[in-house]
């Protein structure tokens, strides 16, 4: 069905799944290419979806996050990060995202490396610079990432 007109309606389906539409991962790589800016963001979007299943689409997802359409680019830095601290080799391409003019695409980045994790320790400097964005989704997601790469002792 993904290469049928029906492909978008399947890629929810398969987003849905979970882990369990990992076979489909080679399939949704390839529909992140596109010429349909939906179809791109939901391949994106469902990769995420998978989960660490995933891993094999990190390479492409993080070559998506140049996408031309900010949908695009803010659903690729989601799916890594819903990949999670399998997606460490992207925190570089994600610190690079984080000036991205559009903020929910920030707000996505900076988030997914929340999700990474300790891994994205590299990170923290750009993310602390995001605790003063002009959208406070953007400053929020930081505050929150920041915990999650670094965590430290509970203040009381």
């Known amino acids: 069905m993904l290469t049928s007109p029906e492909k978008l309606a399947a890629i929810r389906t398969l987003a849905k799944s ?6 489909a991962v080679a399939d949704l790589i390839h529909l992140l290419v596109d010429d349909d800016p939906t179809i791109r963001w939901n391949a994106a979007w469902a ?3 998978i989960g660490p299943t995933a891993k094999v689409a990190v390479p492409d997802l993080v070559r998506t996050l140049k996408d031309s359409d900010a949908l695009v ?3 690729a830095a989601e799916a890594l990060g819903d ?3 399998a997606a460490a080799d992207s925190v570089p391409d994600l610190i690079a995202v984080l000036g991205d003019p559009v903020a929910r695409v920030r707000r996505d980045a900076v988030r997914s490396l ?5 891994a994205a320790k590299t ?3 750009a993310v602390e610079k995001l605790l003063s964005d002009p959208e406070q989704i953007v400053r929020e997601a930081a505050e929150t990432a920041k915990r999650r790469i670094a965590p430290g002792p509970p203040t009381h």
Do not use: T, Y
């Open 83 to 85: 990949i999670g601290p």
């Open 18 to 23: 979970g882990a369990a539409a990992g076979p």
């Open 73 to 75: 680019r803010e659903h």
């Open 123 to 125: 990170a923290l400097p």
């Open 114 to 118: 929340g999700q990474i994790g300790p």
């Open 47 to 49: 990769l995420g979806k």
